[in-house]
């Protein structure tokens, strides 16, 4: 029932700039914190960053200072705002939404991907 359809990726020269969307249906977004993670080839994937349910945010090493992470709750959707794009940005980018532990169960759930390629 729940989904996260993550879609603007694409194929971007070093320098330039991104935003990706993140579209939720099927579950409360407003109560969930949210997260942006990516997988690099040969990599484990990781948290590039996240924002709860009160607009608080936290963002890997990595992406301070290049990248923005908002939410619409009206929309249900999250948005990634990358600029400066580097090489190392490439990734597939996952959108990830995330209840915390209710009734002693962890509520989880996740996008299918977006591919994000900054090639020259």
């Known amino acids: 029932q729940a989904q996260l359809v993550e879609s603007g990726g694409g194929l971007v020269q070093p320098g330039g700039s991104l935003r990706l969307s993140c579209a939720v249906s099927?579950?409360?977004?407003?109560?969930?914190?949210m997260g942006w993670y990516r997988q690099a080839p040969g990599k484990q994937r990781e948290l590039v960053a996240s924002?709860?349910?009160?607009?608080?945010?936290d963002y890997a090493q990595s992406a301070k200072d290049r990248f923005t992470i908002s939410r619409d709750n009206a929309k249900s959707t999250l948005y990634l705002r990358m600029t400066s794009l580097k090489y190392e940005d490439t990734a597939v980018y996952y959108c990830?939404?995330?209840?915390?532990?209710?009734?002693?169960?962890?509520?989880?759930?996740w996008g299918q991907g977006t591919q994000v390629t900054v090639s020259s």
């Open positions: 990830h939404a995330d209840l915390g532990v209710v009734a002693g169960l962890k509520y989880d759930y």
């Open positions: 099927g579950i409360m977004f407003s109560a969930y914190v």
């Open positions: 924002i709860t349910s009160g607009g608080s945010t």
